[in-house]
């Protein structure tokens, strides 16, 4: 079954045309400032991935509260993107913003701890039962590190990921499998070395794959996320991860858990809710509320092993840590956000607005009799282009189509609606209200309408 089965194509292209003409129209601050910005900025954007969106220019935003933001040109929008992520307590939380501007008077950084990182650490240990614990400016180091540490701990030098995962800009983690065979991202720009050499890659919810693999005794970790959430959303099956971590026992492998996006899941995350029981476990974009920070935290047995490698090691530099990790700045904006604003309330509020938002997008797709379906992993909702949810990184790449993806969020966006521009995936915030969700509901029936075929 195709990605566009039960689509009229040739009326969702003339959509498509409409809509472009229609942003052109309406953002002319927007295009003057996407102009300029090309005269001096890489791709005429401050990133490069900010020109993946589906407009024809970026769309640059002036302020940005709660579940909502502003552009150039004065429009409002309702945020169901929320940073991919890193505003998924919504933009510029008050705890998090009091924190900061008291902070702001105090110092920024000092190479030295602050008392917000004892009271984080202690926090930290209290919900997600790692005992210790080091901070990063973002989850991309948070993983990269904790590779380094485990590798150096073990003594192994592979470590094992899911085919189309994504742990940030890990290049260890940028292997698929193409054909049943390891081969590395053609996306990967620069890398020299052959990673296949130390990353084993197989499908997630394949357990006699993951045996096979770790049967060599030389992996030393498996970096999973809990949900497979960056190539569309996979779920585990049921009782996969119980078998999978005897699995991991039974070779000596530890595991990792990602949980930056999975934290969507509530204010212990994904892992503890299931059971399932992490050696490391990294947290990046949403714990600080938006300031660039991450956490990665290891048990007590995996810590000591850790002290053992560094203290082994020759004095010098350990390739692990940047000068401005664990500033103080970053500190007190993560005991503001874990204190006040990621608590069991906003949770369960997050959660009720997610299962009317996921609810209305499977009405709205019944409705148009097509052939999608509709995952949700607490306050993250995802529809995808197949009859039923896939159960691994390949299955889930062949329901991308980034064409129909554009016209789809390019019709949301000029109604004042943002999606996440990398497949279909929607957050709820503490501040996103239930009228929102039914005016992104409305929206989105509204385009199925304009698209499906009769």
Request: contains cysteine; neutral net charge; hydrophobic residues 50%.
């Amino acid at each position: 079954m195709g990605t566009r089965d039960g689509v009229d194509w040739q009326r969702a292209l003339a959509l498509d045309g409409a809509e472009r003409a229609f942003f052109e129209r309406n953002n002319p601050a927007s295009r003057a400032l996407a102009a300029r910005a090309a005269r001096h900025l890489l791709f005429g954007v401050p990133m490069h991935w900010m020109r993946d969106w589906s407009t024809p220019f970026a769309l640059t935003v002036r302020e940005a509260c709660g579940a909502r933001f502003s552009d150039a040109d004065g429009h409002d929008y309702v945020d169901f993107c929320l940073g991919d992520t890193g505003a998924m307590f919504g933009h510029a939380p008050a705890p998090v913003a009091r924190a900061i501007a008291r902070q702001a008077a105090r110092g920024y950084t000092a190479m030295l701890p602050s008392e917000d990182a004892v009271w984080v650490g202690e926090e930290l240990a209290r919900r997600f039962a790692l005992p210790f614990w080091q901070f990063a400016l973002s989850a991309s180091d948070a993983n990269r590190f904790v590779l380094r540490w485990l590798r150096a701990a073990t003594g192994r030098s592979k470590i094992l990921v899911f085919n189309g995962c994504y742990h940030g800009t890990v290049d260890d983690v940028f292997v698929d499998l193409v054909g049943g065979a390891p081969t590395q991202r053609d996306s990967l720009l620069g890398q020299v070395h052959d990673l296949t050499a130390h990353t084993v890659v197989v499908e997630f919810n394949d357990l006699a794959a993951l045996e096979a693999a770790l049967a060599g005794a030389d992996v030393a970790c498996v970096l999973a996320e809990p949900v497979m959430t960056n190539i569309g959303m996979v779920l585990p099956r049921p009782g996969y991860w119980a078998e999978a971590q005897r699995i991991l026992r039974r070779h000596g492998t530890l595991l990792v858990i990602d949980e930056t996006h999975t934290i969507s899941s509530g204010p212990r995350g994904y892992a503890r809710e299931h059971g399932i029981v992490a050696d490391a476990l990294v947290l990046g974009k949403p714990i600080g509320g938006g300031v660039p920070c991450a956490a990665y935290g290891f048990s007590a047995e995996l810590a000591g092993r850790v002290e053992r490698a560094k203290e082994a090691a020759p004095p010098g530099h350990s390739g692990i840590g940047t000068t401005l990790a664990a500033n103080m700045f970053a500190l007190a904006a993560m005991r503001a956000n874990l204190a006040e604003v990621m608590t069991d309330a906003a949770y369960a509020a997050m959660f009720a607005l997610a299962g009317q938002l996921a609810a209305g997008l499977r009405a709205a797709i019944a409705r148009h009799r097509l052939p999608w379906c509709v995952s949700r992993v607490g306050a993250r909702t995802e529809f995808q282009f197949a009859p039923a949810p896939p159960i691994n990184g390949g299955a889930a790449a062949a329901t991308l189509d980034a064409e129909l993806e554009r016209i789809i969020h390019l019709y949301l966006l000029n109604r004042g609606l943002l999606i996440t521009p990398f497949h279909n995936m929607l957050l709820v915030c503490p501040q996103t209200r239930a009228a929102d969700v039914e005016r992104l509901l409305l929206a989105f029936d509204a385009c199925l309408a304009s698209i499906a075929a009769a």
